[in-house]
């Protein structure tokens, strides 16, 4: 198959996905907004790599909704010069995504700093440590549940384990 | 007194004392020490502390003296307070005229200026830079976020104050302290040290 324009790729998107993928009202600045199943996360992303050009993975990162735990992909395309917007769901109690690390290389230290901060564990990732925290380090800051603790606190609980 | 293991071979405990309950047994130990020359060590003790402790009370203001008038401080930039550190051994403020030389090195260090912001992530390295320092080794916290935290005192990711994991000598208050402050701070550790005071 061909490389697709951006007129044809959401349509072909959800003709092929049917149901798993649903593509969002989008902002002006990226071509559009698609939400997909996480079962089907993997897949979506190879089609997009090897048929919609979408050859960069640019971001990788997440947001806290409470009910359920955002996470978000920026793709590039040089051949579209634009970003396509990928989101899935997860629960927030022991959020479990698919790695797309096999898929674009780079995305390994994104969903890296994703677990770090948030606390997604992404299935099949070859190195799942953190980054910005130490290791051993027992929060994930960027969850809504994570109370700003007094300093004193989270110095002795940071330095003891 | 014999015990039997599991092997079958014997295992035999010597020296086994044989006291008696009406005896007192120090006597004895002062008549075998006396017979084993056991207090020339002994002697030989107390005299080399004699000596040490005499040559201790001569060099030491020597020491004290070269100590605080050369302390070198770990060339080493954390945050924005490394700036106004650069600037003080610029040409400007110049605090090679103090004797104050940053070196790359730990081991040729006796001041470690903790100079910007600490993360818990930074700590270890921290900690192993401090251990790296021979001793005698002095600590300055430079700016509010070594001293305690700073703007990010709350922050999950910041040691509030570096004094949770070395002990500090002197602080320099200031978002960022200037050049002189920073100067004012290794003159007052000096005058510390002058003291025997760090
Ligand atoms: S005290 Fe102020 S100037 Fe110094 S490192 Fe902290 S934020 Fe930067």
Redesign the interface.
């Known amino acids: 198959m061909t490389d697709l324009t951006l007129a044809a790729l959401l349509p072909a998107l959800e003709s092929r996905f049917g149901p798993d993928v649903k593509v969002l009202p989008s902002r002006k600045e990226v071509l559009g907004v698609v939400q997909v199943k996480v079962d089907r996360l993997v897949e979506v992303a190879r089609f997009l790599h090897d048929q919609g050009t979408f050859t960069h993975c640019a971001l990788v990162s997440g947001v806290d909704w409470i009910e359920h735990i955002e996470v978000l992909y920026h793709l590039w395309s040089d051949a579209l010069k634009g970003y396509l917007e990928i989101t899935v769901e997860t629960a927030p109690e022991d959020p479990h995504v698919p790695s797309v690390t096999s898929i674009w290389r780079g995305a390994n230290w994104h969903e890296r700093e994703t677990w770090d901060m948030l606390g997604v564990r992404f299935d099949g990732h070859p190195d799942l440590r953190r980054v910005?925290?130490?290791e051993g380090?027992r929060?994930h800051?960027l969850r809504k549940s994570?109370e700003?603790?007094?300093?004193?606190e989270?110095?002795v609980k940071?330095r003891h384990v | 007194m014999n015990a039997t293991n599991t092997s079958g071979t014997a295992r035999i405990i010597t020296h086994v004392k044989e006291t008696d309950p009406m005896e007192p047994e120090v006597p004895f130990a002062e008549v075998e020490a006396v017979q084993s020359k056991e207090y020339i060590p002994v002697i030989k003790e107390t005299l080399t502390g004699m000596i040490q402790r005499g040559l201790d009370a001569a060099t030491k203001p020597v020491f004290n003296w070269a100590g605080r008038n050369s302390l070198f401080p770990l060339h080493w930039g954390l945050a924005c307070c490394a700036i106004e550190f650069a600037a003080g051994f610029g040409a400007r403020w110049d605090g090679e005229r103090f004797g104050v030389v940053p070196r790359s090195s730990p081991r040729q260090c006796d001041l470690l200026i903790v100079n910007g912001t600490v993360t818990?992530?930074l700590?270890?390295k921290l900690i192993t830079l401090w251990e790296q320092m021979p001793e005698p080794k002095w600590a300055i916290a430079m700016g509010n976020c070594a001293t305690g935290?700073g703007p990010f005192?709350?922050a999950?990711?910041v040691?509030?104050g570096v004094n949770?994991l070395i002990p500090v000598d002197v602080y320099i208050a200031g978002c960022p302290p200037r050049p002189e402050a920073m100067l004012d701070g290794i003159l007052r550790l000096e005058r510390l040290i002058r003291e025997r005071r760090a």
């Open positions: 910005l925290m130490p380090y929060f800051p994570f700003l603790h007094e300093p004193e989270l110095e940071a | 818990w992530k700590s270890h935290g005192r709350t999950y990711s040691v509030p949770k």
